[in-house]
């Protein structure tokens, strides 16, 4: 005699299989979201480095004009540099800046400059809830 088995009629997902369904859904839809995150901090970054180095951009042409041709003029554009009040969110500010014997040019008096000069800015960005971004760029001036 033949045994019989019976025929399973019930169709549809185990519990484990939803389970397991619903976790890769979610890490899936977690790392979209992640990147799009990391996508637009990234691209508020680079924003923000770019504002920057056009607000150095406007003292440093000046600073180049006057290396070659006035050392006196150099100095007290340098010297300027530190009391100029905040742009928008972004501030200036020297780091250093010394000729080639390593003498401080804000100390020294501009007969004595060896050239070249190299002055360390710093470009502090301060942005809402007082994040402060800070992007240290160095110049180097050859009269």
């Not at 790392?31 to 901090?41: A, D, E, P, Q, Y």
């Not at 006196?72 to 010394?98: C, G, K, W």
Request: glycine content about 4%; cysteine-free.
């Amino acid at each position: 005699m033949a045994v019989s088995h019976p025929v399973n009629t019930q169709s549809g997902f185990t519990l484990i299989e939803t389970l397991v369904a619903i976790t890769v859904l979610t890490v899936g839809m977690l790392s979209i979201s992640m990147n799009l995150t990391l996508g637009l901090k990234s691209r508020i970054d680079t924003e923000i480095h770019s504002e920057a180095m056009q607000v150095t951009a406007q003292y440093v042409e000046p600073l180049s004009i006057a290396a070659g041709s006035d050392l006196e003029r150099f100095r007290d554009l340098i010297m300027s540099l530190n009391t100029v009040p905040a742009q928008s969110r972004y501030q200036v500010s020297i780091n250093s800046v010394h000729d080639a014997k390593q003498v401080d040019l804000r100390d020294a008096p501009s007969g004595s400059w060896e050239p070249p000069f190299t002055l360390v800015m710093n470009v502090a960005y301060r942005g809402k809830n007082n994040l402060a971004l800070n992007f240290p760029t160095t110049h180097v001036f050859v009269p």
